[in-house]
Every structure is written in C-alpha cells, then in structure tokens.
C-alpha cells in the first residue's frame, strides 16, 4: 500500500495530474475514475480503527454530491477544494483573532 501510495504522488508529479487525482487514484483499484462502497472499504485493513462500515457511510455522504452511490473524481475534487477552503478561512480568521488579541 505504501509503495502504491509514493508511485502515485511521483507519477502525479511526472505527469502533472489534477490536484487530488493521485491520492483519488490511490483508492480507486480498479482505475475506472470512480470510487464504489465496497472498493474504498477495502482500502481500510481489518485493524485500522476507521474501518467501519460507519466510517465508510460518513464518507459518501460528504462526498457522494450526487446521491448515485458513486464517487466521481469531480465530486472527489469538488468536496476536498471545499475543505481546503473552509480550512483557509478558519486560519485566517485564527490569525485575526490572534493579532486582536495580541494588540490587548
């Protein structure tokens, strides 16, 4: 899994896939561009304490925009652009906040 994991992110960066396409391609095994229930909970070894059917539901809901029970690599895409920018806005609010602060 490691080993396909770093060929990945090289090969992402020799061929210069999309932003997330590599670490999308590294959960779709079968390479049809789509993500299906059972194929990304195989992803999760047995003892790996997210492997829960729970976990894997949580998942689609987030990123299954479509409701087909599918995940598209656009979808995949959308939802991590998504969270990157929540992420932002919540640093740069942090950082406000923290200048607010430091000026008291």
Same mark, same amino acid.
């Given at each position: ?22 670490? =999308? /391609?590294?959960? &779709?095994?079968? !390479? $049809? ?5 059972? %194929?990304?909970? +195989?992803?999760?070894?047995? @003892? ?11 998942? =689609? /809901?987030?990123? &299954?925009?479509? !409701? $087909? ?5 656009? %979808?995949?895409? +959308?939802?991590?652009?998504? @969270? ?21």
């Amino acid at each position: 899994m490691v080993r396909r994991v770093i060929v990945l992110l090289l090969l992402g960066i020799v061929l210069g896939l999309q932003p997330y396409e590599a670490d =999308f /391609l590294m959960f &779709d095994q079968d !390479g $049809d561009q789509k993500l299906k229930y059972d %194929e990304l909970r +195989a992803q999760f070894p047995s @003892q790996n304490p997210y492997n829960t059917a729970d976990f894997v539901a949580q998942f =689609f /809901l987030d990123y &299954d925009s479509n !409701g $087909d029970k599918i995940i598209e690599f656009k %979808e995949y895409a +959308a939802k991590r652009d998504q @969270q990157k920018l929540e992420l932002e806005q919540q640093q740069q609010q942090q950082s406000i906040s923290s200048m607010y602060h430091d000026d008291l």
